[in-house]
């Protein structure tokens, strides 16, 4: 791997200010970026990192003010085994225990799961492969190519990349806001950002909490992945239902986590129960533009009958 | 003296070993210690990547970005103006023997060719070899071998349209296999090139000196003073990850490194990115087989004709293992004549075993004539067991003939599978078991052979040290689990020690003796006779000793002069008055008979050596085995005969098209346990990559471009153990292999067993079969209609 510079940030005040400058990135945990840059994924390499898990004091998970905070540096594994968590936010618990491996979540921090850059194996190949349009080339490779893991609901400027984080589509359901180091960010809106960009994040911005409204509902998280010890998902699902009202939010199914709105339509206010949730699941992958098979390529329509009964299971998981 | 010379070399054993049946005392014993676990436990083992000589350089290659492609130009002067590059080699380098070894064309994107840069650090070599710039004439690629290939009958049994004739009902089916090598550990060689030897150290299942020399001879450019073998220098390490025969691309990479060392007169450590390593092999290759089978009612199979199609060159075709396993009269294989069909993908090799094609023949053809008859899939294999066309009389008449316990293994496995599974409670006809969650149950069965001590030959001796303890002499390939305290309990059994009285380490520096080598296959049990020969040389040395006293040849007491010499101090026999035939050895004491409270320790039996001659240097009791098993995996008069029998329960999601494994057991005949521990591990380990294989192993390419999308460990998918349910195994001991007290080999089987078995198991769950593997959700719901 290239060497680069790294910056071991004592505040927040000293990581946002050396991410001021060019070719400079943000890094936590690592279990994203440096496969990243070990594999030469992107066209430019960062000159300098800036490591923020040396800033103190951003690893907590507290009740406050009426609401969940969760800091940045959270492992996922803490909020995986957190009682807490498990109690009143059961979704978000389940999302980070089954992100990736033991090993990846002992080191990965919540900030960095909902921070890392999208997915396609095109955009991801080594030595910066292609020149796909998420790198400012002039085609996706992977409209024409492979795209059995891709977008079902179309693409952002032509580029069907998903987004992979377990632990978006929970805390959209749970309505969460994102604390950065200028603003506060609706969590739904955190990633509707044009390509190349993943989430809305300034180069010089990074965030360093996560609140949650206190939750008294039920919730629940489905991911369907083709391993259960380490893999990011085919499809996963997070709802969570509080006085009759539904938050669903489905990722790794279109460039952002993917709120299915028109699934949360046919539960609000209604009684839960089989035919309902299956209205819901159907609602939720209406209208979808899923890439049929072609030769030995499977296209993603499969993933649109597991978003589907996702959808479905999580909502009855709260019945 | 030639001649007897190559007899016993060339004939392997077709006997049983009539030791089965003695009482063993550390053979087959659990709990002993693991020899390498320490070291692979705290992580302090060596691999080849942690290996470095002092002051190496360090070497990176390019690879071919484009599925075909050659070097229209190519400009390095950025390269060879960077900081700390030491030698940039080319293509098109005027020394023809150097430029042999980097080719200007890449034939498979990821292919290592064009150049080569050599630099101070690892680091700067990647650097510079970005720098190099190049104008490349890419050329037109194919992914797949024609349709219309022409084919000649490789198996031509019986008579096939006869077979077909008597069958009660004929059916057909496709299946492909898409799985790659899997490999995990990056590959990566260390030369240190001098004058008059060479050290090294290399990644991969060849690494030993066999391996480097046999492409020595013909390379003048590695070879420039005519080093032998006697001047490589071995430096055993550790493998990591790694399953298979990588000879080609291992030797390329030593001769690679050696030419570099060469060159710069240092040592240098040639680099592989996990791509290039990834992308050096793939499996025995990907391919489709169709499948014709007839059969009668009662599920006899009268022909099985099999067109096997493969991406790249396959080793093993469909029908092997029918004629290994099976009592079917008529096969026919229609192969491709051509077995280089040129697709533009990475060289095939026999990786994670070259038998995996033909096992899955196996069972495909018995699992699709069970389902299609309704029956219990176990009865079909029982009725069709047999070798080449004959059945249980004859392999019971085999038995017979070669000193064999008369037992029935696949009647045994079957049995102990079943008790296992609870067969009675858990067996239902397809589609009929739907769990309480809404899941459809399904049950698999395979089976087949057990892989036999074959193949080839391996070296390797035993002395006994002064100290009273044995030390086993040699080098093995770090493969397999618990290879070495496996030999030791071979050696302890058979020279009457303790287990902790033996020791066996990877002997380094110029060791030219290899036990199992060069292959990585079978190693327990060509080592097992290799080190049970020597000790069995080496008790009857000792008891002679013991019996008749150290026999020492001083002229008769005279110096050469004919002058008396100086007093020897010879001791007395330790047993005067008996025989060797009177005396036994046990825990590490010899002891009479008929008398066991007359007994001295094998210590003292080696203190009287020392006294008598061999203070200043070892011990008497030394012998050098060879062990030759021929090159060919089933040989005449040699049938396989211990058989494995395995179920896998799974769970069929038929919303998500999710398979989940719920349970699986494992019986495999070994004939002989020599390590509990190191059969059992072998099974899990084995399960659960043949699992993998079947599940969700797949090569993806993009169709355009044929570049791979997924050569790496996060996109291929490999299972871990945290992906399989409960693992059951079970050992069954017939003593009916052709290794050491009637074992036979296990590393393989599993792995390829288990690769179809969710074939079956699906078929049993939803009614439907799939026979494309990897099984994966996409394909469930495709066949479920959902898609």
């Known amino acids: 791997m290239k060497a680069f510079d790294l910056v071991k940030a004592k505040s927040i005040d000293e990581a946002v200010s050396a991410l001021g400058s060019d070719g400079t990135m943000a890094i936590a945990g690592g279990t994203d970026l440096i496969n990243t840059l070990q594999e030469r994924v992107l066209a430019e390499y960062p000159k300098k990192l800036v490591s923020l898990k040396s800033i103190p004091d951003l690893d907590y998970i507290r009740e406050e003010g009426g609401m969940l905070k969760i800091g940045a540096l959270t492992r996922l594994e803490d909020i995986a085994e957190s009682e807490l968590v498990k109690e009143k936010y059961a979704c978000l618990a389940e999302a980070a225990s089954r992100t990736a491996s033991p090993h990846i979540r002992e080191s990965g921090t919540i900030g960095g799961n909902i921070c890392q850059i999208n997915r396609c194996w095109y955009f991801r190949k080594t030595d910066n492969r292609f020149d796909c349009i998420r790198k400012g080339g002039g085609m996706c490779y992977a409209m024409m190519g492979d795209n059995r893991y891709h977008s079902i609901f179309g693409g952002v400027k032509a580029c069907i990349a998903v987004n992979p984080s377990d632990t978006a589509p929970a805390l959209v359901a749970l309505n969460a806001t994102i604390i950065t180091t200028k603003r506060e960010i609706a969590a739904e809106d955190f990633w509707d950002v044009a390509i190349p960009g993943s989430t809305v994040l300034d180069n010089d911005e990074i965030v360093t909490e996560i609140q949650i409204p206190e939750f008294s509902g039920k919730s629940s998280f489905i991911k369907m992945a083709l391993r259960k010890s380490i893999d990011f998902p085919v499809v996963n699902c997070a709802t969570a239902i509080a006085d009759g009202q539904a938050r669903i939010c489905l990722n790794a199914v279109y460039n952002k986590p993917y709120r299915a709105t028109a699934a949360e339509e046919v539960v609000n206010g209604n009684t839960i129960d089989e035919a309902l949730a299956e209205s819901a699941g159907a609602a939720a992958v209406s209208g979808n533009s899923a890439f049929p098979a072609n030769g030995t390529n499977p296209g993603s329509k499969w993933k649109v009958q597991i978003a589907k009964t996702l959808v479905k299971r999580t909502i009855l998981n709260c019945k | 003296m030639a001649d007897l010379v190559l007899n016993k070399v060339a004939r392997p054993n077709r006997e049983c070993d009539p030791d089965y049946s003695k009482d063993f005392n550390v053979v087959g014993k659990s709990g002993v210690r693991r020899i390498d676990g320490y070291e692979k436990a705290s992580g302090t083992a060596v691999y080849s990547l942690d290996f470095t000589f002092p002051g190496t350089l360090y070497a990176r290659m390019l690879s071919c970005p484009h599925a075909n492609a050659s070097i229209k130009s190519m400009d390095t002067s950025k390269a060879e103006a960077y900081t700390g590059v030491r030698d940039v080699l080319r293509y098109d380098n005027p020394d023809p023997a150097v430029a042999a070894i980097i080719p200007s064309q890449g034939y498979f994107e990821g292919k290592m060719m064009g150049v080569i840069i050599v630099a101070d650090t690892d680091e700067i070599a990647q650097e510079a070899l970005r720098l190099v710039e190049i104008e490349w004439d890419v050329l037109p690629f194919t992914m797949y071998p024609p349709e219309d290939q022409e084919r000649i009958q490789s198996t031509n049994k019986g008579d096939i349209q006869q077979g077909f004739a008597e069958a009660d009902q004929i059916i057909e089916f496709t299946y492909s296999r898409k799985e790659d090598a899997g490999h995990v550990e990056p590959n990566n060689t260390n030369v240190s090139w001098k004058d008059d030897h060479y050290e090294y150290a290399q990644v991969g299942q060849w690494n030993n000196l066999q391996a480097a020399q046999w492409f020595t001879p013909n390379s003048n450019a590695i070879k420039p003073g005519g080093v032998s073998q006697a001047r490589g220098y071995q430096h055993p390490v550790y493998q990591g990850g790694s399953f298979g025969l990588g000879i080609t691309l291992t030797q390329q990479l030593f001769k690679i490194t050696a030419v570099l060392s060469q060159r710069t007169k240092r040592p240098v450590k040639l680099l592989c990115s996990l791509q290039q390593s990834y992308y050096s092999f ?321 210590l003292e039996l080696l203190g009287q050596t020392y006294l008598a001659s061999t203070r200043w240097t070892q011990t008497p009791f030394f012998s050098f085995e060879l062990y030759n098993n021929g090159q060919n995996l089933d040989m005449p008069h040699r049938h396989r005969l211990c058989r494995q029998a395995h179920f896998c329960e799974v769970a069929v999601d038929t919303e998500t098209g999710e398979i989940e494994v719920l349970k699986v057991v494992n019986v495999n005949d070994v004939g002989k346990a020599l390590s509990p521990e190191s059969v059992a591990g072998q099974q899990y380990g084995g399960s659960i990559m043949g699992i993998s294989r079947g599940k969700h192993e797949e090569e993806v390419y993009d169709p355009p471009t044929g570049v791979r999308l997924n050569g790496n460990l996060l996109d291929y998918k490999v299972s871990t153990v945290r992906d399989c349910g409960p693992i059951d195994t079970i050992a069954v001991e017939t003593a009916l292999g052709y290794g050491p007290y009637g074992a036979c080999g296990l590393g393989e089987c599993n792995s390829d067993e288990m690769s179809p078995i969710l074939g079956p198991a699906v078929q049993n769950a939803i009614s439907v079969w799939i026979d494309d593997f990897p099984i994966t959700p996409d394909k469930v719901l495709k066949a479920l209609g959902k898609i």
Not at chain 2, 490 to 496: D, K, T
Not at chain 2, 577 to 595: A, G, H, T
Request: one cysteine or more; a negative charge.
């Open chain 2, 282 to 602: 793939v499996s025995s290759d990907c391919g489709e087989e169709y499948f014709k089978v007839g059969f009668k009612n009662d599920g006899t199979i009268t022909a099985v004709q099999n067109d096997p199609t493969f991406h790249v060159m396959p080793y093993y075709y469909g029908l092997l293992h029918l004629v290994e396993n099976t009592n079917i009269s008529n096969l026919q294989c229609n192969s491709p004549s051509n077995r280089f069909p040129g697709a533009n993908r990475p060289d095939t090799g026999p990786y994670r075993c070259e038998q995996r094609p033909p096992v899955t023949g196996l069972n495909l053809v018995t699992n699709h004539v069970a389902a299609a008859l309704g029956m219990d899939p176990t009865e079909v294999a029982l009725k069709n067991d047999g070798y080449g066309g004959e059945g249980q009389e004859y392999m019971k008449q085999f038995r017979l003939d070669h000193g064999f316990p008369d037992r029935d293994s696949l009647q045994e496995c079957v049995a102990a599978a079943k008790e296992a599974i609870d067969f009675d409670n858990v067996w239902h006809a397809a589609g009929e078991k739907t769990l309480p969650d809404g899941r459809k149950h399904g049950i698999g069965f395979a089976w087949d052979h057990e892989w036999n001590d074959a193949i080839w030959s391996g070296t390797g001796a035993v002395t006994m040290l002064l100290d009273g303890t044995a030390q086993i002499i040699g080098n093995h390939i770090d493969v397999g689990l618990n290879g070495a305290s496996t030999y030791c309990q071979v050696a302890a059994e058979e020279l009457g020690l303790k287990f902790e009285d033996v020791y066996f380490k990877q002997n380094a520096e110029g060791n030219n003796i290899q036990l199992k080598g060069p292959s990585s296959s079978t190693n327990a049990c060509v080592n097992g006779w290799i080190v049970k020969k020597a000790c069995k040389n080496i008790r009857a040395q000792m008891l002679e000793t013991a019996t008749q006293g150290v026999i020492v040849d001083y002229y008769g007491g005279e110096l050469p002069t004919g002058e008396p010499g100086a007093a020897i101090p010879t001791p007395d026999p330790l047993f005067p008055d008996l025989q060797p035939e009177d005396l036994d050895i046990k825990d590490s004491v010899i002891f009479e008979k008929s008398n066991p409270e007359n007994k001295h320790t094998v």
